[in-house]
């Protein structure tokens, strides 16, 4: 059974920071890709940043500057650092990884259960 599990949420100032980390666990034999999404109150959900396997990285224009995403593969986990946030990145964060629980597993995206980035002052 795979799960990713996220923490680091939670509220803060505009202006302020949070690194938010999605660690894979369970029966992982490889991970493809591992991103983030989010979704705020009353919209869609929107890709925030994702990172193929290597060191190559994807930004939506409006957290580029701003969010770094990063990967542990040896931990199976990725980190988004949010920097200069600013109340329209609140939203509910979920992280994702495209991976093969086994050898014999085909490539499937499993999805984290999210965390409330809340900013306001």
């Known amino acids: 059974q795979v799960q990713l599990v996220e923490s680091g949420g939670g509220l803060v100032q505009p202006g302020g920071s949070l690194r938010l980390s999605c660690a894979g666990s369970?029966?992982?034999?490889?991970?493809?890709?591992m991103g983030w999404y989010r979704q705020a109150p009353g919209k869609q959900r929107e890709l925030v940043a994702v990172?193929?396997?290597?060191?190559?990285?994807t930004y939506a224009d409006s957290v580029k500057g701003r969010f770094t995403i990063s990967r542990d593969n040896a931990k199976n986990t990725v980190y988004l650092q949010m920097n200069s946030l600013k109340p329209e990145d609140t939203a509910v964060y979920y992280c994702?990884?495209?991976?093969?629980?086994?050898?014999?597993?085909?490539?499937?995206?499993?999805w984290g259960q999210g965390t409330q980035v809340t900013v306001s002052s």
């Open positions: 369970g029966s992982i034999f490889s991970i493809r890709t």
């Open positions: 990172m193929p396997s290597g060191d190559t990285t």
């Open positions: 994702y990884a495209n991976l093969r629980p086994s050898y014999l597993s085909s490539w499937s995206v499993y």
